[in-house]
């Protein structure tokens, strides 16, 4: 799973990663999340979370990462 939200996450949260193969799975993706919400960004399989945005930039605050995430590049 590559991302979670809903009902079974606090308020508007947004949980990246959160039951993802973190070693040797790379993955390029834009998601589509609630309150128009769109992500998007490349994880290398490494760690590293590379041109990674969030639009509208007011949902930045509700994005966390699980796991996986051990440096965020945004672009």
Not at 21 to 35: I, Q
Not at 46 to 69: E, H, W, Y
Request: glycine share 8%; with cysteine.
């Amino acid at each position: 799973m590559l991302m979670h939200s809903g009902a079974t996450v606090a308020g508007n949260e947004i949980v990246l990663f959160p039951a993802w193969p973190c070693d040797d799975w790379a993955v390029a993706f834009t998601l589509h999340a609630p309150h128009q919400t769109k992500i998007k960004g490349s994880y290398d399989g490494n760690g590293t979370l590379s041109n990674f945005s969030v639009t509208p930039a007011s949902r930045k605050q509700d994005v966390t990462f699980a796991g996986c995430v051990k440096a965020v590049v945004w672009q």
